[in-house]
Each structure stands twice: as structure tokens, then as C-alpha cells.
């Protein structure tokens, strides 16, 4: 990847101290970034649900366009600029579809791809997409990859869409997972992110970027994350999570859960905005960040945003290490200091991974923790 065009994303909706360098970050993208092909290539739709394609973005209807994502509009412009085009799934009205639909998306060294995704949740219906982003180190120890994934949402009236995102790249991987939501009255959007970064980062490599933002329009609505992430090494995350609650009654409850540990750094920026007319409306966002080695590099960043009386908002971030009490404790059991570190950290993650609703890719992502963390 030779030449590439500067993006600034996850910009906090509202700035603080600029000397903090949490306000936004910049992005490369590379000039030559391709499309990465279309994902439903071979797989075969569930009844309810079908497949269809745009070649540009400016095809798109306005209401999908209209949806703000939480990396931001230079990653739509990025996506118009290099022509790539928008994958749509439907599901019909009132279909609810029980079995989990999996996308598998494979990045291979050296490439700059990106993918661009729609799913339209039509009144009433449900569904689970599970992608499954993986990358080899095997031959990466030079090579520099590039990908990128947009992910918008519309549910509709009663709709309730669950959006799986497992994330296990190589060693010399720049990604950015950017998703925005819009949720019509008693619509849900559920979103679970699984970030397990290399520990064999090389040096140019920019790391990982994730940005969500989840509109609550219609009234009582409701967004729900859960994020779990492990970085070691060389390798770096940034993270823009904003609830937009809108409508009135409205749920937001977030919850980040992670491990840094050698050289690794984390930015993260997490918002509750509670808009005029969100009377009667509740968000929660709870960061949990364990720091294994006194080299890592943390930045929290929550933030409530409040416009509307009658609302109830609670944040908190818990930043440290390994508590000294905890592992005497559990030495005093007859466990080794260094197997309690491992039972602890590894507990942490596999609390996230218990939510992939996929028995075989649940049980792949507790093999990776199992033997990443020994």
C-alpha cells in the first residue's frame, strides 16, 4: 500500500481539551482500495430474506443514506470515492428468522479492500447476521494489508436485528469497522463485537478502528452492546460508541469489556444523548479496561449528553491491574499466581464470547482465547 488519503473519524459529538488527543483520530485509506467482492457469493438466503446490490452508494434511498455512522461521513466519502458498492439484505415483514445467517469474510496480506453492507429490517421481522472477519499471519511478516467494513441498519416498526462482528485479523492488518443504526418505534438493534488483535503487529501498521452509532428514533426503542477486545504487542484500538436516544422511553445499555497487554494502546469514547423529547428514557455504559503491563497506553473518554429532564443516564470506567487481593486470594487456594492471571483474563473475554449465538464459532473463539492466553 503505497499512497493513501487522510480520513479523520470518531470525532466525540461533543470536544473536549484538545491537548487530551482523544477528540477524533485520523485514518489512511489507501488510493488503490478495492471492493471486496460480493459477500453473498454462494450462500443461499433463508425464507424471509434476500440478497441485492447497488453499484454505488449514491444509489442508495436517502433514508439509508440518511443514517449517521460512528466513524463518521469521511468514511462514506471514502466509499463513494473509490466506487464501492452497497450489498443489501432484506428481511420482509414479519419473517423472523430463527437460525443465525454467517458471513464469512477472509483478508488476504497485502490486499486494500473494502465492503459496504445494508440490512433493512422490515416491521415486525428478526434476524441474526454473524460476520466472521479472519486473516492469516502465515507470510505477513512485510506485507501490509487494508479493509474496511460499513455496516448500516434500518429496523423498522418492531424489528429486531442482531449483528454479530468476530474480528481475527494477521499480523500487519489496518481495519475499520464503522456501523450506524435507526430504530423505529419498539425496533431493537443488538450488537456484539469481538476484537482479538495480533500480538505480531509489524510497524506501519495503523491498528483497529470501530465506530457505532445507534439512533433510538421511535419511542421505546432500545440499542444494546457488548464489546470484548484482547491487544498485545505492537497493536492499537480506537473505539466511538454513541447511543443517539431520540424517541421517548428509550434503552441504550453498553458494556465494554477488555485486555491490553506488552506494548498495546486503547482510545475510547463512549456516549449517551439524551435528545429534547427522550423524556422517560435510560442509558447505561460500563468500560472495564485490564491493563497487563505497565507499557500500555489507555484513554477513556464516557460522556453523557443530556437535553431532556426525565432521563435516567449512568456511566462508569474501570481502568488497572490485576487485583494483588484477588490473586493471593486464589493462591491461598492452591492455584499458581501466573494460572490465576490466565483463568482471570481469560474469564473476562469468554464472558463476550458466550454471546455468539453459533455453537461452532463460540467454541472457535474460546479455542483462540484458550490458546492465545496460556
Not at 232 to 257: C, K, P, Y
Request: aromatic fraction near 6%; charge should be negative.
Amino acid at each position: 500500500m503505497e499512497k493513501s488519503r487522510l480520513a479523520v473519524v470518531n470525532a466525540l459529538p461533543t470536544k473536549t481539551y484538545r491537548f487530551l488527543k482523544v477528540n477524533e483520530i485520523g485514518i489512511g485509506i489507501p488510493e488503490q482500495a478495492t471492493d471486496g467482492g460480493d459477500p453473498w457469493n454462494g450462500m443461499t438466503p433463508p425464507t424471509g430474506v434476500t440478497f441485492s446490490r447497488v453499484e454505488r452508494q449514491e444509489e442508495l434511498p436517502d433514508e439509508i443514506r440518511a443514517i449517521e455512522t460512528g466513524m463518521g461521513a469521511s468514511i462514506d466519502r471514502a466509499l463513494s470515492d473509490h466506487g464501492i458498492p452497497a450489498n443489501i439484505l432484506t428481511v420482509a415483514a414479519g419473517a423472523a428468522i430463527e437460525e443465525p445467517v454467517v458471513m464469512p469474510v477472509a483478508v488476504s496480506c497485502g490486499s486494500a479492500t473494502m465492503t459496504s453492507l445494508v440490512i433493512r429490517a422490515e416491521a415486525g421481522s428478526s434476524l441474526t447476521l454473524i460476520l466472521d472477519m479472519t486473516g492469516s499471519d502465515a507470510g505477513c511478516a512485510a506485507a501490509r494489508s487494508f479493509f474496511g467494513l460499513s455496516t448500516r441498519i434500518r429496523a423498522e416498526s418492531g424489528a429486531h436485528i442482531r449483528l454479530v462482528h468476530l474480528e481475527r485479523f494477521g499480523a500487519s492488518i489496518t481495519n475499520f469497522d464503522d456501523i450506524g443504526g435507526w430504530c423505529e418505534e419498539g425496533a431493537q438493534i443488538e450488537l456484539t463485537t469481538l476484537l482479538l488483535g495480533s500480538r505480531n503487529a509489524v510497524k506501519g501498521s495503523e491498528g483497529s478502528f470501530l465506530g457505532a452509532r445507534v439512533t433510538l428514533s421511535g419511542d421505546t426503542s432500545r440499542f444494546v452492546n457488548r464489546t470484548g477486545y484482547y491487544f498485545g504487542g505492537q497493536t492499537s484500538l480506537d473505539m466511538n460508541i454513541v447511543a443517539d436516544q431520540r424517541g421517548r422511553e428509550t434503552v441504550s445499555d453498553m458494556i465494554f469489556r477488555g485486555v491490553l497487554a506488552d506494548h498495546a494502546s486503547k482510545t475510547w469514547r463512549g456516549t449517551i444523548d439524551f435528545k429534547s423529547g427522550s423524556a422517560g428514557s435510560v442509558g447505561d455504559e460500563q468500560e472495564d479496561t485490564l491493563m497487563l503491563s505497565p507499557h500500555v497506553r489507555n484513554s477513556s473518554v464516557p460522556v453523557i449528553l443530556c437535553a431532556e429532564e426525565d432521563v435516567d443516564g449512568r456511566h462508569g470506567a474501570t481502568i488497572g491491574q490485576l487485583s494483588e487481593d484477588m490473586l493471593f486470594y486464589m493462591s491461598s487456594r492452591g492455584i499458581a499466581v501466573e494460572e490465576a492471571r490466565r483463568m482471570i483474563v481469560q474469564a473476562r473475554l469468554k464472558s463476550i464470547a458466550r454471546e455468539i449465538p453459533d455453537s461452532r464459532l463460540r467454541w472457535e473463539i474460546e479455542q483462540w482465547i484458550e490458546k492465545e492466553i496460556a
